[in-house]
């Protein structure tokens, strides 16, 4: 049953992912049929490139902490209290993971850079520092932490703390021993996902680090579109590729050994008003990060897209439905970009879901080191060079049976590459936490596997599993490193037509760039927002904990 369920996962990850990145480094590494080894000592020789992993391991890992030690509190205010507006706050908080990275950058470049508002009012300019980076970083990736932490914490149990309590722990003993415990699993996840998106980051460095710094995923696309040299950026995807394999490895060692089954319950029994002065100042203190840190950037791009020669209008939007207003930067008018990218997110949101279910499904249980190693392994498209995927495309799927360079499924295909891992890691903490004794009750009871895991598991992961086509569909919005090699000129996505306005010089291109943001950024708000209001329906005389599934 098992093996069976990963068939499908295998079989997508070997011919979407596994035989691209191959092919490609095969090329940069072999000459005149033979390989060239001996470059890889050339490569990790060099001090600029040893600099380039140091700093890459780095701040990846700054990044992360920080992430973390900012969004934690965040998570327990969206999981644990009840306050006006938090289903929209919640689809806010998520719209900054969807940008993609080189807008992300531009708007951090808007605050913090020259002319930038820390500039006018203080004179003071971070963007040729590494804290520009890293609170970009924060900024992208504080949604992750939020929803998958906050997610599990919202179905926890709060009566096991209050238990703590009575029996004469003090708040923090009862939060240490009992509920960070169970929330460490969600917790090593989520900062393994931080770490790879930071581990692998290429516009937000690329614009805010300027020639000063510079990670792996930059060199790996200065070496291969700006000096053509394949073999360097065939080394340093593969060094890329053994550090996250590494990673992984040891993710997965340390959640084996935190994995237990929890108590689930109902997330509206969970979540209350604020009561005494800690969780109001809680409350206010994470609004006010949210304030600056999410809505600030977010507000210089639409303050940007309304900001025209003329006064503040709506003239880079009325430019977009123009084909020649953008100087022949596209085929068709850059308003297209929107259904374009909406219509390959929803069908790679479907691959992302129907790939990723099968392999959580698979996964639920402990298993041997075959399966345990695939599960690793599902996130390494986080963690390899977009850019590399992206060639490996086209070198590969360019002859029959899998000659799909002039279809439009080819995008899909590599949104939901980067989609699949989050729909694994958003539900199988909450599948794992579901007691295996139900399911040996069901099949005790006559039911088959596939109708214990319908009558068992799928009223308990219903929420976790609108929370991961949230997250799919997001990040196949916003994905770029990939799709801006295969996207046709006549099919742009939002990310890529943001990326081409913004290569080119002029205000007009510039001004189309931050209204494109914006409307991206819209889009992304309302399909959370309207995610956020869906809830299962409970089943018939069902108890809280048989509709725990509100991840």
């Not at 369920?5 to 590494?29: E, H, N, Q, T």
């Not at 021993?177 to 290429?202: C, D, E, N, Y």
């Not at 590494?246 to 109902?266: G, P």
């Amino acid at each position: 049953m098992r093996l069976g369920l990963l068939v499908v996962p295998v079989a997508f990850f070997a011919v979407f992912f596994a035989y691209p990145v191959a092919a490609i480094v095969g090329r940069g590494l072999k000459v005149g049929g033979a390989w060239q080894f001996g470059r890889i000592a050339d490569v990790l020789s060099s001090p600029d490139i040893l600099h380039v992993l140091w700093f890459t391991t780095w701040q990846a890992g700054a990044s992360t902490g920080l992430t973390l030690l900012i969004a934690l509190p965040g998570a327990y205010v969206f999981a644990r209290l009840e306050f006006p507006g938090k289903q929209l706050l919640r689809a806010v908080v998520t719209v900054p993971f969807v940008l993609p990275t080189v807008v992300v950058g531009t708007a951090f470049l808007a605050l913090l850079g020259r002319g930038g508002l820390l500039d006018q009012l203080w004179g003071v300019r971070l963007d040729t520092t590494v804290w520009a980076i890293l609170l970009a970083h924060v900024f992208f990736n504080y949604a992750v932490v939020v929803r998958s932490v906050g997610g599990l914490w919202s179905q926890l149990d709060p009566r096991q703390e209050e238990a703590a309590r009575v029996l004469g722990a003090s708040r923090f003993a009862a939060w240490r021993r009992v509920t960070l415990p169970a929330l460490a699993p969600a917790v090593s996840a989520a900062g393994l996902m931080v770490f790879l998106f930071t581990f692998t980051s290429f516009g937000v460095v690329q614009i805010l680090g300027g020639p000063t710094f510079s990670t792996l995923e930059v060199e790996i696309y200065r070496e291969t579109a700006e000096l053509l040299d394949l073999p360097t950026a065939a080394v340093l995807t593969l060094v890329q590729f053994a550090a996250v394999g590494v990673i992984l490895a040891l993710h997965a060692w340390t959640v084996r050994r935190r994995e237990s089954t929890l108590k689930l319950v109902d997330p509206a029994q969970t979540a209350r008003r604020p009561r005494g002065a800690g969780q109001w100042t809680l409350l206010g203190g994470v609004l006010a990060v949210i304030v600056v840190l999410i809505l600030l950037p977010l507000g210089v791009l639409v303050e940007h897209s309304l900001d025209t020669p003329g006064g503040y209008g709506f003239g880079f939007y009325r430019a977009l439905q123009s084909q020649g207003a953008n100087g022949g930067t596209f085929l068709v008018p850059p308003i297209e970009a929107i259904w374009n990218s909406v219509r390959y997110a929803l069908v790679a949101t479907g691959i992302a879901l129907a790939v990723g279910g099968l392999a959580a499904a698979a996964l639920t249980r402990r298993a041997g080191r075959l399966v345990r190693g695939f599960d690793a392994l599902l996130m390494l498209p986080l963690g390899v060079s977009a850019v590399t995927v992206g060639f490996g495309f086209l070198i590969t799927l360019d002859k029959p049976p899998l000659d799909l360079r002039a279809s439009w499924i080819l995008v899909p295909l590599a949104q939901a590459l980067v989609g699949v891992p989050f729909v694994v890691r958003t539900m199988l903490p909450v599948l794992r936490a579901v007691d295996g004794r139900l399911r040996e009750a069901a099949a005790v009871l006559g039911a088959s596997p596939l109708r214990a895991w319908r009558e068992v598991d799928l009223p308990m992961v219903r929420r976790a599993l609108l929370v991961a086509a949230g997250f799919a569909f997001a990040v196949s919005l916003g994905e770029f490193g990939a799709t801006v090699f295969i996207a046709r000129p006549d099919n742009p996505t939002l990310p890529v037509a943001v990326a081409r306005l913004l290569a080119r010089a002029g205000e007009l291109n510039y001004g189309q760039a931050m209204a494109l943001s914006t409307i991206l950024m819209l889009v992304c708000a309302v399909s959370l927002l309207v995610l956020e209001r869906i809830r299962p329906r409970a089943q018939p005389g069902g108890t809280p904990s048989d509709r725990s599934g509100e991840f």
